[in-house]
C-alpha cells in the first residue's frame, strides 16, 4: 500500500478511449505505479436522477495490485500537487512540484480553464 500510494513515483492518467478495458477496470482515472493503482470515479448521483453530479469531485473506488500499465498504454508522470480547502475556489498551496521552479515555468503555457482554477 505505501509504495502504491507514493505520489512522487506514480503516474497519473484518464482513461478516455478506454484503450485497456477490463473487467477490474471501472474508474474513471487513476495514480499507480508498478506496484498498483487507486482509481478514482465520479459517481455521485444527483438525488432523485440517475446523473452524475459533476460539481463532486471524483472518489477512490478502486485499489488493484497489479501495474498501471495493465490499464493504461500512455500512463502519464505526475508533475505538480496543487491543494485547497474545501471552502476555496482555487488551488492555493504548490503541494508538491516534480522539479524545484517547474510549476512557475510551465504556468504561462496552461489553459486559460486551468489558470482559473489556480491562485498561485
Not at 463532486?56 to 485547497?84: A, E, H, V
Request: a neutral charge; glycine letters at 4%.
Amino acid at each position: 500500500m505505501e509504495q502504491m500510494l507514493d505520489l512522487r513515483n506514480s503516474k497519473c492518467y484518464k482513461i478516455g478511449e478506454k484503450n485497456l478495458v477490463t473487467r477490474d477496470n471501472d474508474f474513471e482515472m487513476a495514480t499507480g505505479n508498478v506496484n498498483g493503482i487507486m482509481g478514482y470515479d465520479s459517481r455521485i448521483r444527483i438525488k432523485g436522477t440517475n446523473k452524475v453530479d459533476s460539481t463532486k469531485s471524483p472518489i477512490p473506488t478502486t485499489l488493484l495490485n497489479n501495474s498501471i500499465t495493465d490499464y493504461c498504454s500512455r500512463p502519464q508522470k505526475i508533475m505538480f500537487i496543487l491543494q485547497k480547502s474545501d471552502g476555496e475556489s482555487t488551488y492555493n498551496i504548490l503541494f508538491y512540484e516534480i522539479k524545484r521552479d517547474l510549476f512557475q515555468s510551465e504556468k504561462e503555457f496552461f489553459t486559460d480553464e486551468l489558470k482559473a482554477l489556480i491562485s498561485i
